[in-house]
Every structure is written in C-alpha cells, then in structure tokens.
C-alpha cells in the first residue's frame, strides 16, 4: 500500500503544479489568453502563407535564371561560330593573298584584343 499511496501523492503534486501554472498563466495574460492563442494561430497562418508566396516567387526566379542563362549560352555560341568562320575565311584569304608574317601576326593580336573586348 505504500507506493500506491506514493504513486496518488505524486500524481497529486502533478496535478496542483498544474493547476498553479495554469493560475501563473492567468496572472500573467489574463482573461484573455484565448484571445492572444487565436491571433498566435492567425500570425502563424499568415506566414506560413507567405512563406509559400515566397518559395513560389524563388522557383519562378530560378526558372527566370536558368532561361536566360541558356539563352545567353546559345549566344555565346553563337557567336563564337561566327567569330571561327570569321577566323577561317580570313585564313583562306591569307593563303591565296600569301600575306607576309607580320600581317598574319597583326590580323591574329587584331582578332585577339576584339574577342578579350567582347
């Protein structure tokens, strides 16, 4: 009988530690705790729902990025292709013109400096 009356006791003492914090609550907030758990739950929707408006907002971004960085690929690209075509005509003209060193030398740090520039 001795430890169910401990085990009555401690369940005693839980429920009165209860019961004091509910009466520290009240001292505390008030009548009005209600009150401040309803605009607590409002506030947590409200940004849970802008948390989601933002999350959205960052995905669209993301794909905003991603396309124009594709696009500024496809660019690079092309550009690059016209710049060998460029590179290569010139070369043919070179061969058929049988420029001297100094020409080719000049043409090719000419090509150099506008492609660094770009």
Same mark, same amino acid.
């Given at each position: 009988?001795?430890?169910?009356?401990?085990?009555?006791?401690?369940? +005693?003492?839980?429920?009165?530690?209860? %019961?004091?914090?509910?009466?520290?609550?009240?001292?505390?907030?008030?009548?009005?705790?209600?009150?401040? +758990? %309803?605009?607590? $739950?409002?506030?947590?929707? +409200?940004?849970?729902?802008?948390?989601?408006?933002?999350? +959205?907002?960052?995905?669209?971004? =993301?794909? #905003?990025?991603?396309?124009?960085? !594709?696009?500024?690929?496809? $660019?690079?690209?092309? =550009?690059?292709?016209?710049?060998?075509?460029?590179?290569? #005509?010139?070369?043919?003209?070179?061969?058929? #013109?049988?420029? !001297? =060193?100094?020409?080719?030398?000049?043409?090719?740090? !000419?090509?150099?400096?506008?492609?660094?520039?770009?």
């Amino acid at each position: 009988m001795g430890k169910t009356n401990t085990v009555v006791q401690l369940n +005693d003492k839980k429920e009165e530690a209860a %019961s004091k914090i509910e009466i520290i609550k009240n001292l505390i907030f008030g009548e009005n705790i209600e009150a401040y +758990d %309803s605009e607590f $739950d409002l506030l947590k929707k +409200d940004i849970l729902n802008k948390k989601k408006v933002l999350e +959205d907002l960052i995905e669209e971004v =993301r794909q #905003d990025l991603k396309s124009a960085i !594709d696009n500024v690929a496809t $660019d690079v690209n092309i =550009r690059i292709t016209e710049l060998e075509d460029k590179i290569d #005509d010139k070369l043919e003209g070179l061969e058929t #013109d049988k420029v !001297d =060193r100094k020409m080719l030398g000049k043409l090719l740090v !000419d090509l150099g400096e506008k492609v660094g520039q770009k």
